[in-house]
């Protein structure tokens, strides 16, 4: 079982970027399928991102396609969030997850493991 930690987020103006990351410890990081979801007060928990154990599939939310770009460094232990022409509707507490998986989720559930989360907001 691997443990998360978030980080990189933070105040930025409409139109900027941020680059989030998430350090999990274990082993077996390389056999986990990553995600990143968010959670805006007072919305359920949306997908944001998710990517493959290799980082060879992606997938995204589609209110993030097209602007956002998720990578892992697998010797690092590392998935990573890249946010580009952010919104304030991009402002949530963003939350990486972990499974023991070669398939790809899209739903919250079917993930075991979470971070804390880290804090995004976007001033208009």
């Known amino acids: 079982q691997v443990q998360l930690v978030e980080s990189g987020g933070g105040l930025v103006q409409t139109g900027g970027s941020l680059r989030l990351s998430c350090a999990a410890s274990?082993?077996?990081?390389?056999?986990?399928?990553m995600a990143w979801f968010r959670q805006a007060p007072g919305k359920e928990r949306e997908l944001v991102a998710v990517?493959?154990?290799?980082?060879?599939?992606?997938d995204y939310g589609a209110s993030v396609k097209g602007r956002f770009t998720s990578s892992r460094d697998n010797a690092k232990n590392t998935v990573y969030l890249q946010m580009n022409s952010l919104k304030p509707e991009d402002t949530a507490v963003y939350y990486c997850?972990?499974?023991?998986?070669?398939?790809?989720?899209?739903?919250?559930?079917?993930?075991?493991?979470w971070g804390q989360g880290t804090q995004v907001t976007v001033s208009s």
């Open positions: 997850a972990a499974r023991n998986s070669v398939r790809v989720f899209r739903v919250e559930s079917q993930y075991s493991t």
């Open positions: 274990g082993r077996t990081f390389s056999s986990y399928v």
């Open positions: 990517i493959s154990w290799s980082g060879g599939a992606t």
